[in-house]
């Protein structure tokens, strides 16, 4: 129930205060703020696999639900700028992989879902099933996630407005 209020409280306060995506990275970092060991003999909190699925099967159908015929005929018309920017994005990734193994020893599985697109519940359930570092990967990935949204996004709509 605690996982729930967090989740419920910050991603309400963001989305009242109307971030871009508040429910989502609310309720992704209410859920870890109050999942975290407040004594020595508290344990973080864990779901089971099938309990993950569901919630990953969730975010699946209410994604599926938004995609139209509409929203895949206007992303073609803009294919050309989208694919050179997913290769730009993937070689910056190999090179973050290559950094994040050399430099700090960080296991394969870790460095790569650390740079993987997605949500933050999809790769956190990804993670936990790879056994990789969650720590790590939720913690660069929330980085990656604000800094797209508080730095990446402004300049854009600057420069498109």
Known sequence: MRLL???AVVGSLFEH???PAGM???????AGLVN????PRMRPATFPRAMRQTGLIAIGFVSGVML???SLVSTAAVALPVVAAYLALGIL??????LLMSRYRVD???AVLTVTPGGLSEVSSLAVDKGAQLGVVLTVHAVRLFALVFLVLPIL???LA
């Open 68 to 70: 139209t015929v509409d």
């Open 5 to 7: 209020a967090g989740a």
């Open 17 to 19: 205060l109307g971030i």
């Open 93 to 98: 990734n190999l090179v973050f992989i290559t």
């Open 24 to 30: 989502l990275l609310g309720s992704a970092l209410g």
């Open 157 to 159: 709509l600057t420069v």
């Open 36 to 39: 975290q060991p407040v004594t």
């Open 108 to 110: 394969p599985a870790t």
